[in-house]
């Protein structure tokens, strides 16, 4: 009755495919970063992706030649679309990369000390982060910085890490009674060993399909930064900058604004599916 | 409250019946041509290890499998009536007066934000006949909890069930059960997830009320013990299968099948002898359940004909029967 | 209910403990910001005496922790302080702006909460049939829009193709005056009297306070419709099914109500993502909400702006928390006793 590796295989891609629907997602997240990482060189017009002026060729509606169209000042869209796809990835990734480790480790060492001062004052400044509208913190900090890109993946981790505390939390403070903790304790162990051999491996699965979930609304919140004009300045592309330029073009420039919305809602809808199908996977509840 | 037209034959009847499971996509075979009967008055037990089925034949019995539940065949019937082919109206009236089902685990098996009273008075509602009256049902109500010992009845009827200890909640569960006025109780490992203090009350509980209302019961256990001091027959299940059954005094004096005799060796005893053995193995993978035996694998009898075959369904002594192939071939 | 009382008070004085902590990291950030806050305040031209004075009045020469108790006794009596965009008192200005913005987020949050239970619960009813693969299907595509995206497809259908709704402009249109009575429009124009004028105004709300809410209503939808199906194989359901209750009585009744719990408890932090796009949402809809106001005095370090409108959003943030715990523990009883997560 032992499980094969192609067994756990064959299971998990079974649970991941029941709804026929995330195999769409996981289509779209590949194609996306295979996008994001090669796409610059592979696009009809690598030079228009910086700066690069074209006046006789400007506000061109979409054709074989353009297949999104061209911008005010003559650029390919569509090649600026694949070319603002690295950032948005690397927006995702960095900012769940960064806030849900130090969320795991805010959330665990106030769980460890359950019922202490530390997880009192460490779950209060948890609690005092969730009570700014996430939005205006990011936007407050993206302010008080240079308006960059590096510096609005800051402001989304600022607002970001205190939900992997609370689920840290959650899971550190039911185990720390279970016996096993217990014992390990008793036979001497240290916090770290607590915290990193016992607590994380329980911890390791909600977190990685919270993160696969999360993915999609960090790049929402960063493409709204970004229409905020607050991400990545010009000349360098980013969806949410050229949506909030094309805006004033509407209706007459309509693909000046549709081609990088449609872009950010396949990209979400795909990261959402793919989250989907993960925590079916997972076993773990999505919610 | 409507009688039962067919006061001679047996309360429950199960004939030959499949449950399957669709279970990520792979059919999982849990119970294979079950088949017992109840009858009128009498208390019946039904003994497997877990995961053997026993929770699935309830819920058959009610209708109320999950919804990837499917019937492969055979029937149930209750009162001579199948319960698969039942319109929604008898199905009502069956559970309503009928059957009553009590939980394993009584803390699941009341809803955590509605107060005693209200899921009582509410099923009390559906189950009485006429109109009564909100301060008739709650009568009622209070009446049945007094009946299982518990006190102050008005206290309870308030109370959340976070409010309770697991005694008592397994209590209410019980009153709930027979308020409605059931005629066959199907008692779900009653008390297993309490402490063995209060488990032993809550049997003592349910046999008293069981002989003052002249109940019929079907208990399911994976304790002999309690099998024993409660009913007078007794189906030994395997793998969703009857193995044996038969008079519990028949069957615990003179076990035929191998697992029936093996599941008594686990039993500890007082009077010396040696340690419990335990039997080697698990239930099978009910996706590929085996050909022949179910119990084959884990026999250690076992001969080529019973991985080929299934075993046949023998009478040994009058009312005592068997699944065996070692049996049938007069061996053992 | 007394243990519902001694639930919402050790709620307030944690709500203070929150907004102290709150008031705390709003003025630290505020005085990362590179630049002397009394020149910022008086601007370049002004001179260095008067300056002097100024940050003498303003305690800005005490040691920080000594500034902080300085503000916040001001703030604590509903001074914020003069805005250096504006040049007028922060409280007027938020008194100004807070309503149309509160309106706004209001009927983005409320009313899509019944419309999200009602999706949820049709999604579970239904089951893997159509009406459920439709809202599945919907909710999908409704979730990954960007609420900035659904503002602009609004202003571009309803602006230009199909200019049946007012899109821009205001709360109101020309012609009409309603009294402020609750600062809140068309609540004012109905205790006015004025229907035509409420119309009117609930005219110009529906387009903002629709895209604001249509992600979260979708989402809502979800939670509820998987809460359903989670809650159907419960024990408590199979067990009051097995004693015959009907199933609409069950599914209505015993089965909505553990079902709604979590929807709602996170329906708190829901208003608080609302908010936070509502400044995106004004701006496109030239809403004359906070948002403006916000932005300018983001990007004019007005700091005492800036702290101002983050902590008037901040109080309300922790009453609707506060509204949301007891709407909760009135549903669940298990919230009434105690309250340790």
Known sequence: MRETWRDVLQRSWFRYSESKITVLGLIIVVGFIVLALIGRHVVPYPAHIGSFVDFSNASQPPSLRHLCGTDLIGRDIFSRIVGAFRNTLLMGVIVLCISAPVGFIVGVVAGYHRDTLIDTLLMRITDIFLAIPPLILALAVASVLEPNMTNSMLAITVMWWPWYARLAYGVASSLRTENYIVYAELTGAGMPHIIFREILPNCLSAMLTKMTLDM??????????????????????????????????????WWFTVFPAVAIIVIVLGFNLFGDGISNMMGTDAN | MPTAENKSGPILDVRDFSVSFNVYGKFSHVLDGIAFRVQRGERVGLVGESGCGKTTTLKAILRVLPGNAIVKGGEVLFDGQDVSGMSDAALSAMRRTGAGMIFQDPSSALNPVFSIESQFLTVLKYAAPGGASGKQLYAVATEALSSVMLPDPDRIMKSFPYQLSGGMKQRVCIAIAIAAGCRLLLADEPGTSLDVTIQDQILRLINRLVIDRGLSVLMVSHS???????????????????????????????????????????VPKLTGGSVARGIPGRVPDYTQPPKGCRFAPRCPWARDICNGQKPPHLEVSPGHHVSCHLVSEGIQ | MPSLLTTVLKRLGWALVVLVGLSMLIFSLMRVIPGDPARLALGPTAPEEVVERYRARMHYNDPLPMQYYWWLSDVVRGDFGMSTVTRREVARDLAEFLPATLELVIWAGLPPIFFALLLGVLGAMYKNRWPDYLIRFSSYIIIATPTFVWAVLFLLIFGYWLPILPSVGGRLSMGFSVPSITGLMVLDALLAGQPAAAWDAFAHLLLPALALSLGHTMQEARLTRSYMLEN??????????????????????????????????????????????????????????????????????????????????????????????????????????????
């Open chain 1, 216 to 253: 999609g609304y960090v790049i929402i919140m960063g493409a709204t930064l970004s229409y905020a004009g607050l991400g990545e300045q010009a000349p360098h592309p980013a969806l949410g900058s050229m949506i909030s330029q094309g805006v004033k073009y509407m209706p007459q420039q």
């Open chain 2, 224 to 266: 002999l013990g309690v099998i024993r001091q409660s009913t007078s027959r007794v189906n030994i299940m395997y793998a969703g299968t009857v193995v044996e059954s038969g008079a519990t005094d028949d069957v615990f004096s003179d076990p035929k099948h191998p697992y029936t005799a093996a599941l008594m060796e686990c």
């Open chain 3, 232 to 341: 159907e194989g419960k024990d408590y359901i199979t067990m009051i099914t097995s004693q015959g209750v009907p199933r609409n009585v069950i599914n209505r009744k015993y089965l909505l109500r553990p079902s709604v719990i979590p929807t709602v408890s996170i329906m708190g932090l829901d208003i608080a993502a609302i908010f936070g796009n509502a400044f995106l949402v004004e701006t496109i809809f030239n809403w004359p909400g906070m948002s403006r106001y916000a932005m300018s005095a983001i990007l004019g370090k007005d700091v005492n702006a800036v702290c101002g409108v983050v902590l008037v959003l901040g109080v309300i943030f922790i009453t609707t928390n506060l509204l949301v715990d007891i709407v909760v523990a009135l549903l669940d009883p298990r919230m009434r006793q105690s309250r340790s997560k």
